[in-house]
Nanobody, 121 residues
Framework: QVQLVESGGGLVQPGGSLRLSCAAS????????MAWYRQAPGKERELVAR???????NYADYVKRRFTISSGNSKNTVYLQMNGLKPEDTAVYYC???????????????WGQGTQVTVSA
């Protein structure tokens, strides 16, 4: 019932910028946190940034001075502004949400299908 849809990926030159978006829809009671992960070929999936419902954020060290995560007013959307992109940022970027579908449900994690980001000259 819950669906996460990412958009905004593409091909950019080193030093360029991209803005990723993710929208959560379906049967949702409350969202506790949303995050961006990425996975490069042959590598494990890794956390890029996370934002809690109270606005607190967490960043991986390798992106904290270049990327910014934020949420929309509805709290059902999350963005990732990426500046100063490097070739090593090339990966599939996945949206993740920790949420309850109903008030008495446990908090479960849901994933989007991913969007490709390629940084190359």
């Amino acid at each position: 019932q819950v669906q996460l849809v990412e958009s905004g990926g593409g091909l950019v030159q080193p030093g360029g910028s991209l803005r990723l978006s993710c929208a959560a829809s379906g049967s949702i009671f409350s969202i506790h946190a949303m995050a961006w992960y990425r996975q490069a070929p042959g590598k494990e999936r890794e956390l890029v940034a996370r934002i809690n419902s109270d606005g607190r954020t967490n960043y991986a060290d390798y992106v904290k001075r270049r990327f910014t995560i934020s949420s929309g007013n509805s709290k059902n959307t999350v963005y990732l502004q990426m500046n100063g992109l490097k070739p090593e940022d090339t990966a599939v970027y996945y949206c993740n949400a920790d949420l309850k579908q109903r008030v008495y449900d446990p908090i479960n994690s849901y994933w989007g299908q991913g969007t490709q980001v390629t940084v190359s000259a």
